[in-house]
């Protein structure tokens, strides 16, 4: 976990800010979960391998006292995603939120990763979250919300990959695979990018699946690069109506990024988690390989709490991934009022009338910065600069003020 | 802890932004610790009671399977203030930060107290502070700010008391206590608001303390209504500046308050901490006893990190408690964008114009909701009104829109 310096917490806010706004132009409700909540509730929830991460919090006096092992030592946790708490608090307070209800969520997570460069153990997520509507509409919503987020700091070269978790459970068992394993070849597949096509050649063989199922499904996915391909391969092994939705995405989408960014199919698209059941999908951004974005669609979750199917579905901005990138270009987020810095004489004929000065300046909005005349007076009037205070008012013990506009470019110009 | 429903986010979020203007207008700039912080820091701090309400987190893998009794199950735990990180981000940092360093934190903090009324186990605070000004200037930008702030808020009726330490210390040692146990009397002193003056004698008699001397304080205080008073009564026992520098904050917040607020000093103020080391403050709302905001200046705290004192004074706004008495008075918080709600078929004729229209409104900044047409129009109509949406555009199969706009007052009257 880190310290966030002013300036990154500057474009921290401006960022969230930017996206809030967007989200909310969408018509989502931003609603906020605890940071902690039940152990049990957290590794009950399908989430992989981030359920071996949690921060458990000791047990308190009584309760740690007739605690029954290490096991029983905790039964409260850091979250470790936003998903999970989302449908927690939908079980919880549905009778009281819209229906559907669209919700955004921005907030830290804490996973107990090994430390490595870009990633933290604390780190915020944002994530859009639409339950109560089955039709695809949801997701093509959630995507069109979240490429426009996007858009709105800057991040214009962006491709959807989307996919459906249906056909990749019958491709697999399509190639030969056992059903009840799929999970472990989504895991290997999953790493694609990461270790390429022999890299999850060797990973599967080596957990024990057939070398001419792992074969056969890789030629498969390798050749296809369209929904009609695939469909081609597979026959009817798949409902019409998962085919006909995720067409509708695709073209839907496709038809109101009008040119903005790309979306297609990709195959080999699996996502981590194992609560999807139906369109998956994730963003990158330029070149890179690494997203910036995920989701999909979760119709059992919620289920599972309140007794009744909800539909399901969220996308998830990865907000550090994001900053770094901003910090990565120099994003400039220069706040648009003008910064004045006030230097003062330290005695009291001078307090009240800079005071006065200064409430007049912020009254119209400006960001007004007192400071005590230092010894070098110099010095301290180019730190300000540096700073980014770009008009600088030294006031005399009677109050009198004389106003150092620097020179354009900044820097080492003025002399106390 | 809680979860927190739409429409109070919605005024939470703008209250925050109220404050960081606020505060951002004074020259302040944010930063950002993590929630979890080491437990060996987190127990020095001088917090009182607070340090008993620490959530501890749980070891990990080795570090747990090599933990030497229960004492040693945990090495982090969660922030219970936002003081004690903030000081520890200075001592981490200060190279990198502007000196002096005028902080705003916002964020959560957790104590494991006992449920109750309006009290949480996760909850906002909301703090200014100034590192590296000794000068008493620091209290008097942190009390303008911080009535400024809720001023914006709507919460004009404020009280502002202040108090020295360090004339609480001569206080108790002038009525003949023992100074190594000035501690337990300000523990019990605190408590006067609550208990009263009788509970509080009984408390002091019951740790200990001579009652002569209990009542010797308890008659001083009460009639130490000015600080002249209270220096006629103790003589020459506190240094000039510390009168001198009282007297300023006092004169000089009334002055720049000009009748906005109501400040005075207040002889029986204590403050919890056990960190501060000069002029303490806090701040009353309306005809209540219960502080919505406090603070004073801990010179100290720094220095056991780094080496050398710095000065710092911090004000904390009681974000929670200030979030109720909004909840109370039914604050407007009404975002000034039109809320516009598209009802379309759920057919593919009807989504790409009405994402066409939804994305040409938000373009001109309404806040648009899509929902698909239900089956009985007029209850969804009905609720889309009672959410706030004051226009309703229903779309045919081809496109066409037909505009309802409800009756002014709302409720019931559309029928589908």
Known sequence: MRDVLPEEVALRDWAMAQILTVYRR???VRIETPAVESLRLLLRSESGENEKLIYR?????????????????????????????????????????????KAIQIGPVWRAERPQQGRYRQFT????????????????????????????????????????RRLLAATVTHCGFDPERAGSVFIALDKLDKIG???????????????????????????????????GLLGGRVDEGVWRGLQRILDTVETQAAGRFRV??????????????????????????????GGGRYDRMVGRFIGRDVPAT???????????????????TEADTERVALVFDETEEALGPVLALARDLRERGKHVLLEARAKRLGKQLHDLESRGYRKIGVLGAGGAVEWREPRVGGGGGTSG
Chains 1, 2 share one sequence.
């Not at 997520?125 to 800057?154: F, H, M, N, R």
């Not at 969220?314 to 400039?332: M, W």
């Open 125 to 164: 997520q944002c994530d859009i979250d639409i339950l109560g509507v089955a039709s695809e509409v949801a997701e093509i919503e959630l995507i069109l919300a979240t490429t426009e987020a996007l858009a709105a700091l800057g991040l214009k070269d962006l491709t959807v990959r989307i996919n459906d």
């Open 26 to 28: 969408h018509g989502f």
């Open 197 to 231: 096509r022999d890299g999850v050649a060797t990973e599967l063989r080596e957990t024990g699946h057939a070398a001419a199922a792992v074969d056969r499904l890789l030629d498969l996915l390798a050749s296809s690069a369209t929904p009609a391909a695939l469909r």
């Open 264 to 293: 297609g199919f990709d195959a080999t698209l699996v996502r981590g988690m194992g609560y999807y059941t139906g369109p998956i999908f994730e963003m990158q951004h330029g070149g890179g390989t690494s997203s910036i974005a």
């Open 57 to 101: 919090i000791l047990k308190r006096g009584e309760k740690l006292a007739t605690a029954d092992g290490v096991e029983d030592l905790a039964d409260l946790g850091l979250r470790f995603d936003l998903t999970v708490p989302l449908v927690r608090y939908y079980a919880h307070n549905h009778a009281k939120l819209p229906q559907p209800l």
């Open 314 to 332: 969220g996308f998830s901005i990865g907000f550090e991934r994001v900053i770094s990138i901003l910090l990565d270009r120099g994003s400039a």
